[in-house]
């Protein structure tokens, strides 16, 4: 089996529908593919009502944390997506999303950047707006020459020049409320030093006793160094090692498919989870 848990759609901030997110999938020849839209489950039903056969979806989201000043990224997977703490939570960072964007276009035009709301917007289209579709304009107006060059001290990345807050989860809640909505929760890229900041192995400790089920390894954002510590991190901590693509359609350069979860972790995380279960398309299979 070849299972991606690690997927945007254009309901945040990829640009495959998440109709095409399916389709992709299935004609890359994944079994598993889950949609882990930021901080929202809004393409959902599309992806489950477009769901090709031989192809199962994992639902999920991709939950916005900070802690002790450091972003952190948390993927939920399978929980009750009406659990009304956690869809509370999930709504105060949506609603953040807008103004911070209008932040981060001011302070570049602070900078001598002649960037606008408008071209921003358009590019978010129906999405949930984020710093990738500032990113992606900065792309267009010449200023980096792709979207990862933005996420730099000199432009987006944490506490650059350009850099807007927004309301973020304490990570522990996060796994507090993801458990309490029957999900299982999984570190997204936890040492992708290139995106800025990171946080340090005993915080990952203390976020295992709290509950977390496991951590991302195969990422693109890992060299092979990162890879080997996390895996051994993981099992000294106990924690399922995932793989996945963070697959963005076009705005960035990975595939579908391009790392991807062993079918027993992908197993264990199905059979942890009691908020929802993996849909299978026509002829699929929910479980491994």
Partial sequence: MRIDLHTHSTASDGTDTPAELVANAAAAGLDVVALTDHDTTRGHAQAVAALPAGLTLVTGAELSCRIDGIGLHMLAYLFDPEEPELSRERELVRDDRVPRAQGMVAKLRDLGVPITWEEVARIAGDGSVGRPHVAEALVELGVVDSVSDAFVPDWLGDGGRAYVGKHELDPFDAIRLVK????????????????????PESAIAELAAAGLDGIEVDHTDHDAPTRDRLRGLARELGLLATGSSDYHGS???????????????????????TGAFPVPGAGGSARP
């Fill in 180 to 199: 309490a909505a029957g999900g299982v929760t999984v570190f997204a890229h936890p040492l992708a030093v290139k995106r800025g900041r990171v946080v």
């Fill in 251 to 273: 705005r960035k350069t990975v595939r579908l498919g391009e790392y991807t979860t062993d079918p027993e972790i992908y197993g264990e995380i199905t059979r942890r989870a």
